[in-house]
């Protein structure tokens, strides 16, 4: 099975633009979850959809949105970016539908830098 | 609020060594889910257990274990006869269950540094 992949992999964006990250999910999964990886803040959960739903939100301004397809392909979107949003944006799916929690497979994740 | 905390920043062993990654979590919840990944150098996160808050037995895979105890709410991992390949940051994460699954929350990670 082909694993979670996340494009584009690298991307230079100036201040105040906006960017959009995606990610296919593992074949079956229908949960992705974004994660913000930065040096100073560690991991940090941004968002997850399930069944093209927004289930849970962590805490991050409104610039952060996103959206799940029917096909459970998941995009994020940064808007008016700052230098602060410079970080590694981990995507990852699983199999977590309601009562459990699965393990969830990380993508290789988007290095965002802002200028 | 659910918290996790990996107390220890950096480890270095020499080869062969066992070493012990501490984790420590807060959580009100009475069913919830613990897991360790590993994050190589190369940056992907990867998975490497998960355990349910019912389920205190300990787990042997190969050279890793792990030692759950909710008494002291502590989900430790051990690495026996330590190899340079184990060289990576570690990360401790806890979920909750029902809708709460697909978030998980992380320690800030151990970074282990395995010499030959």
């Known amino acids: 099975k082909a694993g979670v992949t996340q494009t584009p992999r690298y991307l230079i964006k100036t201040r105040g633009q906006q960017v959009t990250l995606s990610c296919s999910p593992i074949?079956?999964?229908?949960?992705v979850s974004w994660y913000q990886q930065t040096p100073g803040q560690g991991l940090q959960f941004l968002f997850e959809y399930f069944s093209e739903t927004q289930r849970n939100k962590g805490n991050f301004p409104g610039r952060f949105s996103g959206r799940q397809f029917s096909n459970s392909r998941s995009e994020m979107n940064v808007s008016t970016l700052e230098l602060g949003d410079s970080a590694l944006y981990l995507c990852?799916?699983?199999?977590?539908?309601?009562?459990?929690?699965?393990?969830?497979?990380f993508g290789p994740g988007t290095r965002l830098t802002v200028t | 609020a659910q918290k996790v905390t990996q107390a220890q920043t950096e480890i270095s062993v020499v080869e062969k060594e066992d070493v012990t990654l501490d984790c420590v979590y807060e959580t009100r919840d009475t069913t919830y889910y613990l897991f360790w990944y590993k994050q190589p150098p190369s940056g992907e996160l990867v998975f490497l257990i998960r355990r349910n808050s019912f389920d205190e037995q300990n787990e042997i895979s190969g050279r890793y274990s792990w030692n759950f105890q909710k008494s002291t709410s502590s989900f430790n991992f051990t690495i026996t006869a330590s190899q340079v390949v184990d060289s990576a940051v570690y990360f401790c994460a806890l979920s909750g269950t029902y809708n709460q699954g697909g978030k998980l929350i992380f320690g800030q990670g151990t970074e282990l540094s395995v010499k030959p």
């Open positions: 074949s079956g999964h229908r949960s």
């Open positions: 990852a799916s699983s199999l977590a539908g309601t009562g459990s929690s699965y393990e969830q497979y």
